[in-house]
C-alpha cells in the first residue's frame, strides 16, 4: 500500500502570504496520479488538483500542484481568508489512499 | 449545477445496518462512477466502495467488502451504500463522491454534503 505523509502537520501564517504543503509518499505515485482536497469545517472536502498539477474546474490560480514521483507540493500562492483549512492529498495510482492532512491556520 | 444529495443523520444500534442514498443531478449519470468514502470524527479520510453509473460494477476496500454494500437505480441516478453489522467503530460521517472515468480509482471532482451515522446502545 502507498502510504502518503504530509508536512508540516500544521502550518501558521498571515492572510497574503504564501503556503507550501508537502505530500511524501513511500514509493512512487503511477503516472503522478496524485489529487488535493481542501476541507473547511462542517464541509466536504472540495477538489483542488488533480493529476498532480492539473486544476479543478472553478479553482482560483492561486492554487498550484506539483511535483512527481515520491514528492509532491501544493502551493497558495497568497493566502486569503477561505483558504484556511484542512488539506488532504490523494494517491490513485496504485488502489486508493489519503494523506493524513495539514491544518492551515491563521498565525 | 452538478448536485449529490445524501439522506439525512442515522442513529444505529451496535449490530444493526444503516442504508445511505446518494441522489445525483446536471450530469449524465451513466457517464461516471460514485465512490462511498467516510471520515470519523477528527480523522482522515477512508475509501469504502464504488459503483459505475455506466455497468453498475462494484469494487469494495478489502477491509469492508464483508459489510458493504453499494447499489444503484439508474432511473432515479440514486446510489445506495448499506453497511451492516456496524459498531461504534462505523460512527463516521459518510460521504458520496463523483469520479470521471471507468474506474473505481480516480480523483473525486464533486461530493454529497455527508451523512453523518452513529452507533449507540
Known amino acids: 500500500e502507498i502510504v502518503l505523509t504530509q508536512s508540516p502537520g500544521t502550518l501558521s501564517l498571515t492572510p497574503g502570504e504564501r503556503a507550501t504543503l508537502t505530500c511524501r509518499a513511500n514509493?512512487?505515485?503511477?503516472?503522478?496520479?496524485l489529487g488535493w482536497y481542501q476541507q473547511r469545517p462542517g464541509q466536504a472536502p472540495r477538489l483542488l488538483i488533480y493529476g498532480a498539477f492539473t486544476r479543478a474546474t472553478g479553482i482560483p490560480d492561486r492554487f498550484s500542484g506539483s511535483g512527481s514521483g515520491k514528492d509532491f507540493t501544493l502551493t497558495i500562492s497568497r493566502l486569503e481568508a477561505e483558504d484556511f483549512a484542512l488539506y488532504y492529498c490523494q494517491q490513485y495510482g496504485s488502489s486508493l489512499t489519503f494523506g493524513g492532512g495539514t491544518k492551515v491556520e491563521i498565525k | 449545477q452538478v448536485q449529490l444529495v445524501q439522506s439525512g443523520g442515522e442513529v444505529k444500534k451496535p449490530g444493526a445496518s444503516v442504508k445511505v442514498s446518494c441522489k445525483t443531478s446536471g450530469y449524465l449519470f451513466t457517464a461516471y462512477g460514485i465512490m462511498w468514502l467516510r471520515q470519523a470524527h477528527g480523522q482522515g479520510l477512508e475509501w469504502m466502495g464504488w459503483i459505475s453509473g455506466y455497468n453498475g460494477k462494484t469494487h469494495y476496500a478489502q477491509s469492508l467488502q464483508d459489510r458493504v454494500t453499494v447499489t444503484s437505480d439508474s432511473s432515479t441516478s440514486t446510489v445506495f451504500m448499506e453497511l451492516t453489522s456496524l459498531t461504534s467503530n462505523d460512527t463516521a460521517v459518510y460521504y458520496c463522491a463523483r469520479a470521471p472515468g471507468g474506474g473505481p480509482y480516480n480523483w473525486y471532482d464533486a461530493w454529497g454534503q455527508g451523512t453523518l451515522v452513529t452507533v449507540s446502545s
Open positions: 514509493q512512487s505515485v503511477s503516472g503522478n496520479y
